[in-house]
């Protein structure tokens, strides 16, 4: 089954413990995502990657890491974590689909908490 | 990137059509026009997509005016299933680009 999965899906830590949220494809997307989705604010892009050892900023990048060494995986990395950075966050990646469409392909998310 | 502009929330009564505006004044050339579907707590799901015209899939439609400044989204008859809060994101179409969602539309379908 062609998807994207997140772990962990809940996390709750505490101020500057270093975590890794993992994202994994399975579809041999190229270009990768991730967002963070706050009450009132929609979904903001955090990183993206255009593949393997590419990867650029998007409108919230501050207190956030990511790489990207292979292509099905894409972790997001918070080194510091700090409590407004408590959000539910979501994995993507993209695929030009059929009949010239494109859609991105949303994991289940991870809702993390920072205490 | 070309900044979209939707109603923050509309109500619709069971087996209405429904139609959802977005508004792109500064869409660019290349720009394609992207509809997702979100409910609470999972993450957004494609609907369709369209450059110009009329496209049609099976669960919507998207009308683009010859100006292209703005687009909407058409679900017929909705149901209860379809509350849920829809985004339209304006951008190129390989992806391969920085994204930017607007706040979404939250439609409400009432029995």
């Known amino acids: 089954e062609a998807q994207v999965t997140q772990n962990p899906r809940y996390l709750i830590t505490v101020t500057g413990k270093k975590l890794t949220v993992t994202c994994s494809q399975n579809?041999?997307?190229?270009?990768m995502s991730w967002y963070r989705q706050d009450p009132g604010l929609g979904l903001r892009q955090i990183y993206y990657s255009m593949n393997v050892e590419v990867t650029d900023k998007g409108d919230v990048p501050e207190g956030y890491k990511v790489s990207r060494k292979e292509k099905r995986n894409f972790p997001l990395i918070l080194e510091s974590p700090s409590p407004n950075q408590t959000s539910l966050y979501f994995c993507?990646?993209?695929?030009?689909?059929?009949?010239?469409?494109?859609?991105?392909?949303f994991g289940p998310g991870t809702r993390l908490t920072v205490l | 990137l070309a900044k979209t502009t939707q109603p923050i929330s509309m109500d619709s009564y069971e087996g209405q059509e429904v139609n959802i505006t977005c508004s792109h004044n500064n869409i660019a050339t290349n720009d394609y026009i992207t509809w997702y579907q979100q409910f609470p707590s999972q993450g957004p799901r494609f609907i369709i997509q369209?450059?110009?015209t009329k496209v049609t899939n099976e669960v919507a439609s998207l009308f683009i005016p010859a100006d292209r400044k703005s687009s909407t989204l058409s679900l017929p008859r909705v149901s209860l299933s379809d509350t849920a809060v829809y985004y339209c994101?304006?951008?190129?179409?390989?992806?391969?680009?920085?994204?930017?969602f607007g706040t979404g539309t939250k439609l409400q379908v009432i029995p």
């Open positions: 579809m041999n997307h190229e270009y």
């Open positions: 993507a990646s993209t695929s030009p689909g059929t009949s010239g469409t494109n859609e991105q392909f």
């Open positions: 369209g450059y110009k």
């Open positions: 994101l304006v951008g190129g179409y390989t992806g391969y680009q920085k994204v930017t």
